[in-house]
């Protein structure tokens, strides 16, 4: 069971929004799950974590929000992270066992290996009409930074972001992650401006506090501290995939019938391995057959009507 949260704060005039979220159980669970180096691990966190807070925002109830970050010269290749408005997330990293390096301070280089230069692209999908697609250049691959100039530069809405992920020294595991989103609405004054800006100055790192013991609530209320806090909410979040059969039969909608045969091997079967959750979905021949029988016989149907 995932003790991790989200939790969402405004000032009463509705000028600042905070939002924290502990995402130590996610980001251990899509570690364990890729398998990845160290700096992919924080690579992927980061990610995981932008992501859960991100697909709070989202109001629909089958609302859904994909990351993806490709540098140009990337270790990584490309992270991906995916969540919905009911705290779901999961992503993966495409090359999860890439070299690990340190800048002199001790830090993992994640910089260097998602790509100081790039691309982030950010969809929205509201279950219904078109989705919103956005994307931004990398401005230093450190992710939390790229998602503050893609809100700045594509929603225009003036944001701070903090991102987390603390690792043992010894075997690299996930010992905290966590991440920090603070927006200004429309209705913030001058003054509440730069109030804010000194206290994000004076903010310690997310894993930090986390390490502290401070709670999300805590931590949100340190970031506003000097103004009235209300919560607006505060929700469970976890790593889940909702990967199926039936999903996958259906993506087999883009190939042909020969295509769907020769996707068996020797032995007769045909896997498909979920990127996100690494479950193998398995067809047999006779499947594959049945699959290919079941689709001519429902465009059949599709015809007289
Ligand atoms: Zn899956």
Redesign the pocket.
């Known amino acids: 069971m995932s003790k991790d949260r989200i939790i969402r704060c405004i000032t009463p005039d509705g000028g600042i929004m905070a939002c924290a979220a502990d995402t130590t159980d996610i980001v251990y669970t899509g570690a364990k799950l890729h398998m990845t180096s160290p700096v992919a691990t924080a690579a992927l966190g980061r990610l995981l974590t932008a992501a859960t807070i991100m697909g709070a925002q989202l109001k629909q109830d089958d609302a859904s929000l994909t990351l993806r970050i490709k540098g140009d010269e990337s270790e990584t290749g490309a992270v991906i992270a995916v969540s919905d408005s009911k705290g779901n997330v999961?992503g993966y990293v495409q090359n999860p066992d890439c070299p690990t390096e340190y800048y002199a301070n001790g830090k993992l280089n994640v910089a260097k290996a998602v790509g100081r230069t790039g691309i982030l692209n950010v969809m929205k999908d509201f279950g219904a009409g078109e989705p919103y697609v956005g994307q931004v250049p990398l401005v230093s691959g450190e992710i939390a930074e790229d998602i503050t100039s893609y809100y700045a530069t594509s929603e225009q809405i003036p944001t701070a972001c903090a991102l987390g992920v603390l690792l043992d020294k010894e075997d690299h595991q996930v010992l905290l992650a966590g991440g920090l989103l603070i927006q200004l609405l429309p209705g913030a004054c001058d003054e509440d401006i730069d109030k804010l800006e000194k206290n994000i100055s004076e903010l310690e790192p997310m894993t930090t506090m986390l390490a502290k013991g401070m709670s999300i609530e805590e931590i949100c209320r340190t970031a506003l501290k000097g103004f009235d806090v209300e919560v607006l909410d505060e929700a469970p979040v976890r790593y889940a995939?909702s990967?199926s059969r039936e999903k996958i039969i259906d993506a087999f909608s883009t190939l042909s019938d020969d295509e769907i045969r020769s996707l068996a091997d020797e032995k007769g079967y045909a896997e498909a391995v979920?990127h996100?959750?690494k479950?193998k979905h398995r067809f047999s021949k006779l499947q594959l057959e049945q699959i290919i029988k079941e689709r001519a016989a429902s465009s059949d149907s599709d015809k007289t009507e």
Do not use: A, V
């Open positions: 999961k995939c990967c979920c996100f959750c479950k």
